[in-house]
């Protein structure tokens, strides 16, 4: 069942209100070969998700056109993630860090699958056409509920599963399932449609997936934790109850700056990856392009996360890590902001998408880990869930801002969007204005955020960093009356 000899230390133990009675108890560690199991279960449903997530953005225009809606409408479907992930998001952390991760897991998987199929019977022409756009709202709902339940797992995962040398590794490949599934979504969706006509086999053929994923999340996953922890941390996971972690929180200076700047960059990419098609189309890109953009923007994306992860993992400088990578990635989108803008520059926009997925999201595993390590010993899926929460927030905030921020094209022959007789928008404004946001939250983290590695800390006093090398089988009393 294990793949790695026990290792144990010694703690002592009160015993009873005497102060005298001690217990010395040695916690034997181990880690379990079904980890990487739950671990890839895991990474099929965040993947699925994000590409349900996504689905219309990269073929907006052709989605509005076939449901008879507006571009604001089909950028609802994506928005309504945010939306909904809000409320749902504090239930979840709590859920998550009370009930366990097989619970939570199972139930993602089945509202996963749920939307997805109801999605494809939204745009049956079975249906009233005036019923098509709600219906496939309804299904984007039950897959934005399941969101949470999804992307707070990765750190919890990793947490309770993976030792600590491999913990931001875990995390990483959990994270960066998430991008793939856009990526995924970027390229496909563009392929698959072509025209109008196939709107329904592209939400069949993603429909597919989320069915089998469901079957493996409620057969396969039978613990929410392994018989025995694989750190001392995992073993003292969730020792302070949810309210009380939330109270530490929001006294946490390090772990208030973090939420704010590191949720600005979650808004930015979410903008990013959610408006990507419309920006480039306005300036006579097509959307193959687009989709090669995002595309490039994810590939970069997961082998810089590869790189960090790995970095991370042997370093421990979690902080140098996003600190670095955050202004790097500030200045790949001021270059994407410019060069979006122009016209048959095709190699320097995709250089630059390429640049601002790979030092971008790179960021979001080292970051959840961050996290963690600034806010212990509150719980996991805690510390790491109100990130996203702000994320999310600040994503709303920030579409709705661009959107409101752009303007007819007075005279547009050269754009490639699809909108009937509807004048293309200009993006100038908007994706500067992104660019200066995510610029000024990276100077404020870069300037501020200082903080100790509280779970490293607490593992190196418990003897989690080296502990003794011995086999203990059973507990012994010790400084008896």
Not at 14 to 21: D, N, P
Not at 220 to 246: C, K, M, Q, V
Not at 357 to 371: C, D, K, R
Request: hydrophobic content about 50%; proline content about 5%; glycine content about 8%.
């Amino acid at each position: 069942m294990n793949d790695s000899n026990p290792l144990c230390y010694n703690r002592n133990y009160k015993l009873g209100g005497s102060s005298s009675e001690l217990l010395e108890k040695c916690i034997v560690f181990k880690v379990y070969k079904r980890r990487w199991f739950i671990l890839f279960v895991l990474c099929l449903l965040n993947c699925s998700n994000s590409i349900l997530w996504l689905t219309f953005a990269p073929v907006a225009d052709h989605s509005a056109q076939f449901m008879g809606v507006t571009l604001d409408q089909i950028n609802w479907l994506s928005i309504i993630y945010m939306v909904v992930a809000i409320p749902l998001s504090f239930g979840t952390t709590w859920m998550l860090d009370t009930l366990g991760l097989r619970i939570t897991l199972v139930l993602g998987s089945w509202l996963n699958m749920l939307g997805a199929v109801l999605r494809f019977v939204g745009i049956m022409r079975s249906l009233p056409s005036a019923a098509n756009f709600p219906v496939v709202m309804g299904g984007q709902i039950l897959c934005a509920l399941a969101q949470p339940l999804v992307i707070f797992t990765p750190t919890k995962l990793a947490a309770l599963w993976f030792p600590e040398h491999q913990r931001a590794t875990a995390n990483m490949i959990a994270s960066m399932s998430n991008p793939l599934g856009i990526l995924i979504a970027s390229i496909f969706s563009p392929m698959i449609v072509g025209t109008t006509n196939n709107i329904p086999l592209l939400l069949f053929i993603y429909a597919v997936p989320a069915a089998i994923i469901c079957l493996l999340a409620t057969v396969g996953i039978r613990d929410s934790a392994p018989p025995t922890p694989p750190s001392a941390s995992a073993e003292s996971s969730n020792s302070e109850p949810f309210l009380e972690g939330i109270k530490l929180l929001l006294r946490n200076k390090a772990y208030m700056i973090l939420l704010l700047c590191f949720g600005s960059g979650i808004a930015v990419f979410t903008c990013f990856s959610t408006l990507l098609e419309q920006i480039m189309c306005a300036r006579g890109y097509t959307n193959d392009f687009a989709g090669l953009c995002g595309g490039l923007f994810i590939v970069f994306g997961i082998v810089g996360a590869g790189f960090l992860g790995l970095y991370v993992d042997k370093t421990k400088k979690f902080t140098e890590a996003t600190k670095v990578n955050m202004s790097l990635s500030a200045l790949a989108c001021i270059a994407f902001s410019v060069v979006s803008q122009m016209r048959n520059q095709g190699i320097t926009v995709a250089v630059a998408c390429s640049l601002f997925g790979f030092f971008g999201f790179s960021i979001y595993p080292v970051a959840m880990e961050l996290s963690v390590e600034c806010s212990y010993p509150v719980g996991e899926a805690t510390s790491a869930g109100l990130i996203f929460i702000s994320g999310q927030i600040q994503s709303v905030i920030y579409i709705l801002l661009l959107q409101g921020l752009t303007k007819p094209m007075a005279y547009s022959p050269f754009s490639t969007c699809s909108v009937g007789g509807d004048a293309a928008l200009s993006w100038r404004v908007p994706v500067l204005v992104m660019a200066g946001l995510f610029s000024v939250f990276t100077c404020c983290f870069v300037i501020f955020f200082h903080t100790k590695y509280r779970r490293l800390d607490a593992e190196a006093q418990a003897g989690g960093k080296n502990p003794t090398l011995t086999t203990c089988d059973s507990t012994s009393n010790s400084h008896q009356k």
